[in-house]
């Protein structure tokens, strides 16, 4: 469509009308925004057009100095539009949509992607000349920033835009990327960083995360633009047509298989969510087996999988030729599958942001209604679902909290701009500390990044291959070592896993890829499942492992490490508040109807928590004496504070305890009596000396010794190896454990060992968490009851302890033989309730 002789603003509206659309409010406000040189963060919910909000702005700038094309052509202009995005999958939709009013509007731009999956040819052809707007993720954009003639490489770069801001922010990739602006704001002071985010919680924070500070320490200036476009969300849940009345993780299986197939059935097309991969491979060989008939237009998607396998995946969704694709979080972000009408998400949702991000992608277009179906896998995860739909309504969403001075990706930076033309010290240190991460970085901690970069800190001096950068005689900090260069490159960024070995074909392509750790436990002849065939392991050479595809069933499936997903604290809150309403006897909605069997017999053997209330309960069995505690806090909060209470209650005597932890409670199993009041008394749920204690009661140094592998890695410590030869697990670990105990006992101030140990406290412990869980206890109250049989709350961490014991085979008689007496209590005309004592508050 020409557009001479039309105003830019007329153009673009006349493209939206073309294909049926209208700009909405905020669109246009960000129009205006970029064009009168502002940056900003654009919020609105997912596919209510973002994308177009942040893109059209460049375009219409470029209709507005170039109003009349050029008579000769003079090729494409150089690079004006970086678009970051934190999933390589997302490249190739983001490309084509920007490149759609690009071809419709005439322009004379080019618009390309790069990332790790872009083809060589076109890599090469990019190093010559970069496109008009280049789609990338973090990590090519710090290989760009290697390259010597960076400065000049983005000298017309007018426009940087951050899609998902919200997935980037919370990670170190996001302190990456904070980084990676504060490099070019550098060559480009005027430029304009605009952030898209779907769910999140504190706006505030994002913004001022994305644009940093001025060199004067001050708050960059940013607009906040809300879409205020209500999209319709429809949240509901499958229910069995029968109850147990003891839930247990897993407890319902693969039952609702047929209630799901009618699900899918009712649209044209489906994508069922799982939390993990494992559970992606079961649930698509149980749908397969359900209905053998949709084979070929079913399809798995996850992140192990073979890129070309997920690509020919998504473009099926795109083109409606898949009826439904069992997948995890890859897909939780994307542009546009129009053609999906209908999103199930087994297990719980975990948290509000998740649910409205994966409810998203039904109807993701303006003005559709948005519908996500929840499939429980145990009967309070019907708790869970309830209690996200009333946080949906009121807006609470979780806030991410951005990463502070992580020191071994400033390292790893610090080696990124000495490849790329060297820095001097006082310049780079104003430059990092204009970024939110680094603004508080002290000259103390920016002089040893240096002495590590240059001689490896103080325990390494005598080793030549951690002088990484060499100084200059005019004190310009360079790397002159093409070794180093190299490895380098082919280590930057900030995504660590265990080590994969790729799984082939002895004769065919490549599936994708599994943990070393999985693949050492086989042997020849083994089954498992994958990528949705059933395989038998054939051999390893090298890090690749051989398959030949099988008739055979299994039930063996790869595990992932990572895969633990708690539940949030704003979710958390909102299941505190349901449960507290069916202890008043207010059961609103179907999901809470469903259980109200479950929880009126919690009532009746013991008691359910109030909002405000820490129930704790004391039984005895044949396996000794139990306590469990019910603060509903999530998994990863309740493993530290079955840590830290068995540690504090071991101090008022010898006793040992066995823990287990869900998303509702803890357990404490002990042989003896543990003296629970007298802890309490003695200031059990104080939130004070947590330094000292939470430490004392795990094996915090090997836990710091695990989180030193990957701060090593990124510190550039360790290299992995070169592509297709990476070194195994053992051999990293080997090295990271090598490293450790030599700065542990030659150079105890190291500070990557003061950043190991902290991001244990906070990433695997969630000590901010769990110090705000204690002060929630010690401002409530505490009731402690003494039972007579393990209750409905407590029959789930029962069970997760005796997973741990047997095998899965043997866990269904097990729990069966479990269940077997509590149903003959349950069903008795009546049974006393336990004795109860309380406490105001949680402690001095």
Known sequence: MACAHRTPLDCVHEWFRLHGWTPFPFQEEVWRAYLAGESGLVHAATGTGKTYAAWLGPILEWLRDYPTPPRKKLGAPPLRVLWVTPLRALAGDTEAALRAP??????????????????????????????????????????????????????????????????LMASKRGVQTELALARLRRFRPGLRTVGLSATLGNLDVALHTLLGVDPRGRLRPGRLVQGHLPKALRVEALIPETMERFPWAGQMGLRMVPEVVRAIEEGESALVFTNTRATAEIWYQALLAACPDWAGVMALHHGSMDRSTREWVEDGLRDGRLRCVVCTSTLDLGVDFTPVDRVLQIGSPKSVGRLIQRAGRSGHQPGAVSRLTCVPTNALELVDVAAARVALEAGRIEPREPIERP????????????????FLPDELYHEVRTTHAYRELTRAEWAWVLDFITHGGDALRAYPEYRKVEVRDDGCYVVTNRMVAMRHRLSIGTIVSESAMKVQFVRGRTLGSVEENFIARLRPGDRFTFAGRTLQFVRVRGMTAYVRKTADKTSVVPHWSGARMPISPTLAASIRDRLDEARRGEYRGLEMEAVRSILELQARWSRIPAADELLIERVRTREGHHLFFYPVEGRLVHEGLAALFAYRIAQLGPISFTLAANDYGLELLSSDPAPVDEAIEA????????????????????????????????AGLIFQGYPGVNKSVKQVQASSELLYDVFARYDPRNLLLFQAHREVLERQLEQSRLARALDR???????????????????????????EQVSSEKLGDRIRRMIAPLERAADAPRFARGRHRGFRSGGR
């Open 102 to 167: 690009v071809e419709d509007l005439g322009l004379p731009w080019t618009v390309e992607s790069r990332t790790g999956d872009t083809p060589a040819r076109v890599r090469a052809r990019q190093r010559e000349r970069l496109p008009t707007a280049l789609v990338t993720t973090p990590e090519s954009l710090s290989l760009l920033l290697t390259r010597e003639d960076a400065a000049e490489l983005f000298e017309h770069l007018e426009l940087v835009v951050v899609d998902e801001w919200h997935e």
């Open 683 to 714: 200031g059990l749920f104080s939130s004070a000396h947590l330094l000292h204690d939470i430490p004392a009661s795990l094996n915090a140094a090997e836990l710091a010794r695990r989180q030193f592998r990957e701060i090593a890695r990124v």
């Open 407 to 422: 020191l071994d990706l400033l390292a790893q930076h610090a080696v990124t701009v000495a490849l790329g033309g060297g």
């Open 777 to 803: 206890i010690v401002a409530g109250r505490v009731s402690v009851v003494d039972v007579e049989r393990p209750t409905p709350l407590a029959f789930a961490l029962l069970v997760d302890r005796a997973r």
